[in-house]
């Protein structure tokens, strides 16, 4: 990349948090004020951005309309679904990809490898939130509002013999995904069935979704699942990555 690229890339991201006048970007660049003022004419030259009355810059409205247009060609499934194939080749099992939609998580895309036994999961329908391992990687990142305001309508009824039906265990378990940066599914919702998964960050660093492998327990016991964790951090981190979230 060249440096009068990048530079106008430092440009862009520094005056979108709020305007800033010359001085400040050529110390944020480290470079002459007249160089700073240059960059910033060419860039309002393009419309990506614009002068305001005191002398400060900030985002035009062409970067404005452009970030616009490129909105639609970042629906999360569609930009996880590579991600999620590869995942699906690697792990041999079933891929998940959860995301919070108002007051429930419900699937959004879901891989199955060639020739498996086909899982209840449904895309479009919501998952149990006390039972799906997408459900905690999303909870517990989300503010204890949030958190509380989702769970408010959860009954935390028993599926199964594993099903948490405590919701101050349930929270526990929560913080616990919080501390090492995954969830599982222990059976939960289907005793034959556990996954790992993993939350998803937007371009904000908030996690609005999560991605999982599942598996029956009869091919692999979450030991083995356990196994996959690396693989299923660089798809949870790659779909991140392309939201536009910085580690």
């Known amino acids: 990349m060249s440096q009068t690229v990048a530079r106008a890339i430092e440009i862009l991201e520094f005056v979108s948090q709020e305007p800033r006048n010359p001085a400040d ?11 700073a003022l240059r960059l910033l004419e ?10 305001h009355a005191d002398g400060r810059y900030g985002v035009g409205y062409r970067l404005a309309g452009l970030a616009q247009l490129a909105l639609e060609q970042f629906d999360l499934s569609h930009v996880a679904r590579p991600h999620l194939a590869r995942l699906c080749e690697r792990s041999t099992h079933t891929v998940h990809l959860a995301v919070l939609d108002g007051d429930r998580v419900i699937y959004a895309d879901k891989l199955e490898p060639p020739r498996s036994v086909r899982l209840y999961s449904q895309v479009g329908l919501p998952v149990a939130l006390h039972a799906a391992g997408v459900a905690k990687a999303i909870l517990a990142f989300r503010s204890p509002a949030t958190t509380e305001r989702l769970l408010r309508g959860c009954r935390f009824e028993p599926h199964t013999g594993t099903t948490l039906t405590d919701r101050d265990a349930y929270l526990a378990q929560l913080a616990d995904v919080r501390a090492r940066g995954w969830a599982v599914d222990d059976g939960e919702f289907e005793d034959y069935v556990n996954c790992v998964a993993m939350p ?12 999982s ?16 964790l690396p693989a299923l951090g660089e798809a949870a981190s790659a779909i991140s990555k392309e939201l536009g979230w910085k580690p």
């Not at 110390?27 to 004020?33: I, P, S």
């Not at 998803?200 to 991605?211: K, L, P, Y």
């Not at 492998?213 to 356990?226: D, I, Q, S, Y």
Request: aromatic residues 0%; proline residues 2%; hydrophobic residues 45%.
């Open 25 to 35: 970007v050529a110390r944020h660049l480290d470079v002459h004020r007249s160089t």
């Open 42 to 51: 060419t860039l309002t030259e393009s419309a990506l951005t614009r002068r």
């Open 200 to 211: 998803i960050r937007d371009a904000s660093g908030e996690v609005t979704a999560a991605v």
């Open 213 to 228: 492998v599942t598996a029956l327990k009869a091919r692999a016991g979450l030991p083995e699942l356990h196994q996959l």
